[in-house]
């Protein structure tokens, strides 16, 4: 059975680690992964705190800090073991874009 950190990580996953490498509040996440995308990829709000959760529970991200005086706004920040899971994913997606070369070359 696959660990969890060596699952495939979704584009969300993947772009929310991503944009958590400094700290960052949902709402700035959600602009980030959009500009990075030049807007192909806009979370919406449920996909966005799902995945938060998810991260959370898995120690991939925590609580950078949380104004108590405003409605729970919160920042996140990615800890090691996300940053494994980042890394793991990065080079598989290296892995397939090497291997996709194999495409090219077998063309004449």
């Given amino acids: 059975m696959m660990a969890e950190k060596d699952t ?3 584009e969300a996953f993947f772009y929310i680690l991503l ?5 960052n509040h949902g709402y700035g ?9 030049d807007g192909r990829v806009v979370l919406g709000p449920g996909t ?11 120690q991939w991200i925590r609580i950078y800090s949380q104004d108590t005086e405003s409605r729970k706004k919160k920042e996140y920040i990615i800890t090691e073991l996300g940053r494994q899971a980042f890394e793991t994913e990065k ?8 291997n996709a070369k ?7």
């Fill in 19 to 23: 944009a958590l490498r400094r700290p």
């Fill in 8 to 10: 495939p990580l979704t």
């Fill in 102 to 108: 194999l495409m090219e070359e077998g063309e004449t």
């Fill in 29 to 37: 996440v959600i602009q980030e992964v959009e500009q990075l995308t």
């Fill in 91 to 98: 080079s598989r997606l290296e892995e397939l874009l090497n």
């Fill in 48 to 58: 966005l705190y799902g995945a938060l959760q998810t991260m959370q529970k898995r």
